[in-house]
């Protein structure tokens, strides 16, 4: 986002051996410890860090297992998330096709449980390695031990106390099944595309992206910066009578998804700029908020509490923060 103070140290970690090395750094200092991945979901205070950062670089591919149905594959947290499903699209597998183009790192996906156009990461993945900092050891921790809920993990609900080294996902040798999410169903039928293989779902959710989302490499932005909002069918009913148009999808339990995009569209700041802030909402998506000339995170935070209170006091609805702010 272009915002936030600076860290008082900064490390990279390329092995367990650079973790060890740097926690006992910090510890010998008395200092706290984070551990990044790429930091685009991330959101730092103006005091910034008086800490250590730790960024995890550890690399690492390899099929530890294959059958007729699929494979299970070990990746370094410090891999490239793009890259790493390019290269499993390439293998024929699927299982994280839907997720191409998020920026960051593979260590950093099960933080905010990384879903986008159907799937997620908690669907695929087995397990993990991490160094927990309270207990002081390495661990192997089993999908039930994240507490994955919707951008949720014991990660995100703890910041600083797992170091996570390197994941561990399944991915199958099906395709993708139909009902697809509605954006990519309609471009798929769109460019008469019948064949969902790994291949033909990456490039149509790359395409997709690409049009309606910036690059935070070129637009300072953190991708999606609310959540949508899930609701109850009772809550749903109550708004679909003075709204019929409202996009939502069903989950179990008898509970709803509502698009804060369109929820922030109708509550008036499509393509909006805000001169005060300098913040904006990215043209054709309003569910991206991008720092223009904000100078501070204050100027941030007017924008987004700005949009929660208008959307709340039109919908009745309190729209959630996706990116973490840190520390």
Same mark, same amino acid.
């Given at each position: 986002?272009?915002?936030?103070?600076?860290?008082?140290?900064?490390?990279?970690?390329?092995?367990?051996? +650079?973790?060890?090395?740097?926690?006992?750094?910090?510890?010998?200092?008395?200092?706290?410890?984070?551990?990044?991945?790429?930091?685009?979901?991330?959101?730092?205070?103006?005091?910034?860090?008086?800490? !250590?950062?730790?960024?995890?670089?550890?690399?690492?591919?390899? @099929?530890?297992?294959?059958?007729?149905?699929?494979?299970?594959?070990?990746?370094?947290?410090?891999?490239?998330?793009?890259?790493?499903?390019?290269?499993?699209?390439?293998?024929? !597998?699927?299982?994280?096709?839907? !997720?191409?183009?998020?920026?960051?790192?593979?260590?950093?996906?099960?933080?905010?449980?990384?879903?986008?156009?159907?799937?997620?990461?908690?669907?695929?993945?087995?397990?993990? #390695?991490?160094?927990?900092? *309270?207990?002081?050891?390495?661990?192997?921790?089993?999908?039930? +031990?994240?507490? %994955?809920?919707?951008?949720?993990? @014991? %990660? /995100? *609900?703890?910041?600083?106390?797992?170091?996570?080294?390197? =994941?561990?996902?399944?991915?199958? /040798?099906?395709?993708?099944?139909?009902?697809?999410?509605?954006?990519?169903? +309609?471009?798929?039928?769109?460019?008469?595309?019948?064949?969902?293989?790994?291949?033909?779902?990456?490039?149509?959710?790359?395409?997709?992206?690409?049009?309606?989302?910036?690059?935070?490499?070129?637009?300072?932005?953190?991708?999606?910066?609310? /959540?949508?909002?899930?609701?109850?069918?009772?809550?749903?009913?109550?708004?679909?009578?003075?709204?019929?148009?409202?996009?939502?999808?069903?989950?179990?339990?008898?509970?709803?998804? @509502?698009?804060?995009?369109?929820?922030?569209?109708?509550?008036?700041? /499509?393509?909006?700029?805000?001169?005060t802030s300098g913040m904006a909402t990215w043209k054709g998506q309003p569910l991206i908020l991008v720092n223009e000339n904000a100078k501070s995170l204050s100027d941030l935070v007017k924008f987004r509490d700005r949009? =929660?209170?208008?959307?709340?006091?039109?919908?009745?609805? #309190?729209?959630?923060?996706?990116? #973490?702010?840190?520390?």
């Amino acid at each position: 986002m272009g915002l936030g103070g600076r860290a008082r140290y900064l490390a990279a970690v390329e092995s367990r051996q +650079d973790l060890i090395e740097a926690l006992n750094f910090a510890s010998l200092n008395k200092l706290r410890t984070l551990m990044i991945g790429g930091g685009s979901n991330i959101i730092w205070r103006d005091e910034g860090f008086n800490g !250590l950062v730790l960024v995890c670089k550890i690399r690492g591919f390899e @099929i530890e297992s294959e059958n007729d149905n699929g494979a299970d594959i070990l990746i370094g947290g410090g891999e490239d998330w793009d890259l790493v499903v390019d290269r499993i699209v390439s293998l024929g !597998l699927s299982g994280i096709e839907c !997720l191409s183009l998020v920026p960051g790192t593979a260590g950093a996906t099960p933080v905010q449980n990384v879903g986008a156009y159907g799937q997620e990461i908690a669907e695929t993945l087995i397990s993990l #390695e991490a160094y927990d900092a *309270k207990s002081k050891n390495f661990q192997t921790m089993n999908n039930g +031990d994240c507490h %994955f809920s919707y951008r949720s993990s @014991i %990660f /995100k *609900k703890e910041p600083g106390r797992y170091f996570i080294l390197s =994941i561990r996902l399944h991915l199958s /040798k099906s395709r993708i099944k139909p009902p697809l999410y509605k954006a990519l169903d +309609d471009y798929l039928k769109t460019k008469d595309i019948s064949d969902l293989s790994p291949k033909n779902i990456r490039r149509a959710v790359i395409d997709i992206r690409q049009s309606k989302l910036p690059d935070p490499k070129k637009v300072r932005n953190c991708g999606s910066f609310f /959540k949508n909002p899930i609701v109850s069918e009772t809550v749903l009913s109550a708004l679909e009578t003075k709204h019929h148009d409202i996009p939502h999808w069903r989950l179990s339990g008898e509970r709803v998804k @509502i698009s804060a995009a369109w929820l922030i569209d109708q509550a008036g700041f /499509k393509d909006y700029r805000d001169e005060t802030s300098g913040m904006a909402t990215w043209k054709g998506q309003p569910l991206i908020l991008v720092n223009e000339n904000a100078k501070s995170l204050s100027d941030l935070v007017k924008f987004r509490d700005r949009i =929660i209170k208008t959307v709340s006091s039109k919908f009745d609805i #309190e729209l959630e923060q996706e990116p #973490e702010l840190l520390p």
